[in-house]
């Protein structure tokens, strides 16, 4: 496996090169260099057997037929999109290695058949929503989310027309009913398994997430004439309240949030800001924690915005749920770690992935290859070859598993 794994880490690095901004890598839903990635990826595809189509998400969809047909099938996959300014393994690297699966069969064939997804978009960087790809395949794509623009005005449906896709035809996009589970391989993008010096995590939690946009609106003025006491300074006022979102997540445990953009209305040096737009994404394994600390993020912004006669406003743009693990996979690969010859170590995931989104509808399991220094979601980003060998050995001894407990 090692030479294999060294060709899938070589691969995403070549992918990483499909992008919107030169010198960077920065891939959002459907934007031109996704064509080029779905070329690539499609033509590998083919080369092993696999019957490839684009669904009407833009998902990249490659079928590994079984040895019977009409037999149920798996799914492995993630997505293909990035943040801006991204590493090279965020995302692609579960696609990449749900290829390199199938091509580690060398043309056998299993009693399922195997799908590889490349989801078109699951980090929310376009629309502010995430998990397009993903929604279409679990069917929950519906009219509102489609209806959502980016910056320039353009509809996530038209989006989709502009890549040559049918929005009407999203519900042919919905996963096989025969679909028997869903496996996720994905950098941990965390610190945890490099300080146990663990190769591998078996992921049993998601945490839940809140995205919000809270907007403090005042009045913009001249920087020089306007005395302080007549201020309504909407920057100032964003800036008291990130302080105390700061300080409700460290006293809360096991809670993050952040507040990562602003919109700053004029954004000049010589003017008072006269609205400001900040993004709040909180975090926590327990729904019920994590809404009661958004419910006093936004007491305190209300708080804010009073004391200094500004005007609130505030968008909920996602509260999703914190998912587990389908238990009976979790097992199965947990013993696939094991056999493997790994140590075996269960983890919660911090950020958001396609997987919790899949789980609603199907058993899913996630599998954690160590992040070399905790880094992820920028150019520094890394696996080490030695890692991506033992997860695609515990990923094809999971296959195993999956043939072995066929009903």
């Given at each position: 496996?090692?030479?294999?794994?060294?060709?899938?880490?070589?691969?995403?690095?070549?992918?990483?090169?499909?992008?919107?901004?030169?010198?960077?890598?920065?891939?959002?839903?459907?934007?031109?260099?996704?064509?080029?990635?779905?070329?690539?990826?499609?033509?590998?595809?083919?080369?092993?057997?696999?019957?490839?189509?684009?669904?009407?998400?833009?998902?990249?969809?490659?079928?590994y037929p079984a040895r019977t047909p009409g037999a149920r099938r798996v799914?492995?996959?993630?997505?293909?999109?990035?943040?801006?300014?991204?590493?090279?393994?965020?995302?692609?690297?579960?696609?990449?290695?749900?290829?390199?699966?199938?091509?580690?069969?060398?043309?056998?064939?299993?009693?399922?058949?195997?799908?590889?997804?490349?989801?078109?978009?699951?980090?929310?960087?376009?629309?502010g929503v995430p998990f397009i790809g993903s929604r279409a395949l679990a069917?929950?794509?519906?009219?509102?989310?489609?209806?959502?623009?980016?910056?320039?005005?353009?509809?996530?449906?038209?989006?989709?027309?502009?890549?040559?896709?049918?929005?009407?035809?999203?519900?042919?996009?919905?996963?096989?009913?025969?679909?028997?589970?869903?496996?996720?391989?994905?950098?941990?993008?965390?610190?945890?398994?490099?300080?146990?010096?663990?190769?591998?995590?078996?992921?049993?939690?998601?945490?839940?997430?809140?995205?919000?946009?809270?907007?403090?609106?005042?009045?913009?003025?001249?920087?020089?004439?306007?005395?302080?006491?007549?201020?309504?300074?909407?920057?100032?006022?964003?800036?008291?309240?990130?302080?105390?979102?700061?300080?409700?997540?460290?006293?809360?445990?096991?809670?993050?949030?952040?507040v990562g953009r602003l919109e700053i209305d004029p954004n000049a040096r010589?003017?008072?800001?006269?609205?400001?737009?900040?993004?709040?994404?909180?975090?926590?394994?327990?729904?019920?924690?994590?809404?009661?600390?958004?419910?006093?993020?936004?007491?305190?912004?209300?708080?804010?915005?009073?004391?200094?006669?500004?005007?609130?406003?505030?968008?909920?743009?996602?509260?999703?749920?914190?998912?587990?693990?389908?238990?009976?996979?979790?097992?199965?690969?947990?013993?696939?770690?094991?056999?493997?010859?790994?140590?075996?170590?269960?983890?919660?995931?911090?950020?958001?992935?396609?997987?919790?989104?899949?789980?609603?509808?199907?058993?899913?399991?996630?599998?954690?290859?160590?992040?070399?220094?905790?880094?992820?979601?920028?150019?520094?980003?890394?696996?080490?070859?030695?890692?991506?060998?033992?997860?695609?050995?515990?990923?094809?001894?999971?296959?195993?598993?999956?043939?072995?407990?066929?009903?």
């Amino acid at each position: 496996m090692q030479h294999r794994a060294q060709e899938v880490i070589d691969l995403c690095r070549e992918l990483a090169g499909f992008t919107e901004e030169p010198g960077h890598t920065t891939r959002t839903f459907l934007s031109p260099p996704m064509r080029d990635v779905h070329r690539e990826l499609g033509s590998r595809m083919e080369q092993l057997g696999m019957s490839v189509t684009v669904d009407a998400a833009g998902n990249l969809r490659g079928f590994y037929p079984a040895r019977t047909p009409g037999a149920r099938r798996v799914i492995i996959g993630s997505h293909l999109d990035t943040v801006p300014h991204a590493g090279a393994f965020d995302g692609i690297l579960g696609v990449v290695m749900g290829i390199a699966m199938v091509d580690a069969l060398t043309s056998l064939r299993m009693p399922f058949g195997i799908e590889v997804v490349g989801f078109s978009e699951e980090e929310g960087v376009r629309f502010g929503v995430p998990f397009i790809g993903s929604r279409a395949l679990a069917g929950t794509l519906d009219e509102t989310l489609l209806g959502v623009r980016d910056s320039q005005g353009v509809s996530a449906a038209d989006a989709i027309r502009s890549f040559g896709l049918d929005p009407a035809r999203l519900p042919e996009a919905r996963m096989a009913d025969n679909t028997l589970g869903y496996l996720e391989v994905h950098i941990e993008q965390g610190p945890v398994l490099e300080s146990l010096n663990y190769p591998l995590g078996v992921v049993e939690t998601i945490v839940g997430q809140s995205r919000l946009i809270v907007s403090f609106i005042g009045k913009s003025g001249h920087a020089g004439t306007t005395s302080m006491d007549l201020r309504r300074d909407a920057l100032a006022a964003a800036a008291r309240w990130i302080t105390s979102v700061e300080s409700i997540a460290q006293s809360t445990p096991g809670l993050v949030a952040t507040v990562g953009r602003l919109e700053i209305d004029p954004n000049a040096r010589n003017v008072i800001a006269g609205s400001v737009r900040a993004s709040l994404d909180v975090r926590h394994s327990q729904d019920t924690i994590r809404h009661q600390a958004v419910d006093r993020m936004l007491k305190e912004a209300k708080q804010t915005a009073t004391d200094r006669g500004l005007k609130l406003e505030e968008q909920q743009q996602l509260d999703q749920p914190a998912v587990s693990m389908d238990a009976t996979l979790v097992k199965r690969l947990a013993q696939a770690v094991k056999t493997a010859g790994y140590p075996v170590h269960h983890m919660s995931s911090g950020a958001g992935h396609d997987a919790m989104i899949l789980a609603t509808k199907i058993p899913t399991a996630m599998l954690f290859l160590r992040s070399p220094g905790g880094i992820s979601h920028h150019p520094d980003e890394n696996v080490l070859a030695e890692d991506v060998t033992a997860a695609l050995n515990a990923g094809m001894h999971f296959l195993e598993q999956w043939e072995s407990h066929l009903d």
